[in-house]
């Protein structure tokens, strides 16, 4: 059975904040591994955009130790906001949320090679907000990729985790669907990168985060596009009452191993 935070008392309280039975459950990216406590698991929320409180709550909680205020600014430029959560405030961030309505989880495992997290077409050139500059991008696809495995440390253990946003340019040749890309698919917005840690007992949480105010532009007010985290992640004008966001869950799955003390 795997243990840690994908144990049966997330699982209940993620049925505590769906008020609608899922509406989606994808099956493993691959199958199980052999060790199914060594890796990373991902769960992907859709929620209406409209969710103030998980604004206030994540605008309360603080990012992952080590990543810099610096860094941190630079992907809230970019529309990313990366928070960690304890899990005794995974109750909290189910009812900030209001209930899930389609809810997608993977088991990834030891991520050697880059995984699509998410995707986003571009059918032709549109302008994105990036690194506070207004920029062209597409014909192609924005992708949000994630690669990690984890390593020993002196306390135990960690998920070392690197996080890329890529442009693809519409002519470059496809994966097949069968094959996982040693290197990125697209070219990387450095902006929108970042590499740390997760450990076990805490949830890292990814999700869009507002784009910066039109008055932080030389353009008339409303002249801003949407951010590349914005499009990726989902969020809307607070005028498109249909939009929805989605909230990206890394959960850090440890072997209990890496922590017993070498006389244990």
Same mark, same amino acid.
């Given at each position: 059975?795997?243990?840690?935070?994908?144990?049966?008392?997330?699982?209940?309280?993620?049925?505590?904040?769906?008020?609608?039975?899922?509406?989606?459950?994808?099956?493993?990216?691959?199958?199980?591994?052999?060790?199914?406590?060594?890796?990373?698991?991902?769960?992907?929320?859709?929620?209406?955009?409209?969710?103030?409180?998980?604004?206030?709550?994540?605008? =309360?909680?603080?990012?992952?130790?080590?990543?810099?205020?610096?860094?941190?600014?630079?992907?809230?430029?970019?529309?990313?906001?990366?928070? +960690?959560?304890?899990?005794?405030?995974?109750?909290?961030?189910?009812?900030?949320?209001?209930?899930?309505?389609?809810?997608?989880?993977?088991?990834?495992?030891?991520?050697?090679?880059?995984?699509?997290?998410?995707?986003?077409?571009?059918?032709? +050139?549109?302008?994105?907000?990036?690194?506070?500059?207004?920029?062209?991008?597409?014909?192609?696809?924005?992708?949000?990729?994630?690669?990690?495995?984890?390593?020993?440390?002196?306390?135990?253990?960690?998920?070392?985790?690197?996080?890329?946003?890529?442009?693809?340019?519409?002519?470059?040749?496809?994966?097949?669907?069968?094959?996982?890309?040693? =290197?990125?698919?697209?070219?990387?917005?450095?902006?929108?990168?970042?590499?740390?840690?997760?450990? +076990?007992?805490?949830?890292?949480?990814?999700? =869009?985060?507002?784009?910066?105010?039109?008055?932080?532009?030389?353009?008339?007010?409303?002249?801003?596009?949407?951010?590349?985290?914005?499009?990726?992640?989902?969020? +809307?004008?607070?005028?498109?009452?249909?939009?929805?966001? =989605?909230?990206?869950?890394?959960?850090?799955?440890?072997?209990?191993?890496?922590?017993?003390?070498?006389?244990?």
């Amino acid at each position: 059975m795997r243990r840690g935070l994908t144990g049966a008392a997330l699982l209940a309280l993620l049925a505590l904040g769906c008020r609608n039975p899922p509406a989606e459950v994808a099956p493993p990216a691959e199958p199980p591994p052999v060790n199914d406590s060594n890796g990373m698991e991902t769960m992907r929320w859709s929620i209406p955009d409209d969710r103030g409180e998980l604004d206030v709550l994540l605008d =309360s909680s603080a990012p992952p130790p080590g990543l810099s205020a610096r860094v941190d600014a630079r992907l809230r430029g970019n529309g990313l906001i990366l928070r +960690r959560l304890p899990v005794a405030d995974l109750e909290r961030l189910v009812v900030a949320c209001g209930g899930a309505t389609g809810t997608i989880r993977t088991w990834h495992g030891q991520m050697a090679t880059w995984r699509d997290l998410m995707q986003a077409p571009l059918n032709g +050139r549109r302008a994105f907000l990036v690194d506070g500059r207004i920029e062209q991008l597409g014909p192609g696809a924005l992708r949000l990729q994630l690669r990690g495995w984890t390593v020993p440390t002196e306390s135990g253990g960690v998920l070392d985790a690197e996080l890329v946003v890529t442009a693809q340019d519409s002519t470059e040749p496809a994966h097949r669907p069968s094959v996982e890309p040693l =290197s990125l698919r697209g070219e990387a917005l450095p902006g929108c990168s970042v590499a740390w840690s997760l450990e +076990r007992g805490f949830v890292d949480v990814l999700t =869009s985060a507002p784009t910066p105010a039109a008055g932080s532009s030389s353009g008339p007010p409303g002249d801003l596009p949407l951010s590349v985290g914005g499009f990726l992640l989902g969020q +809307r004008a607070a005028t498109d009452e249909s939009g929805r966001r =989605s909230v990206l869950l890394l959960l850090p799955a440890i072997p209990d191993a890496m922590f017993k003390s070498p006389s244990g």
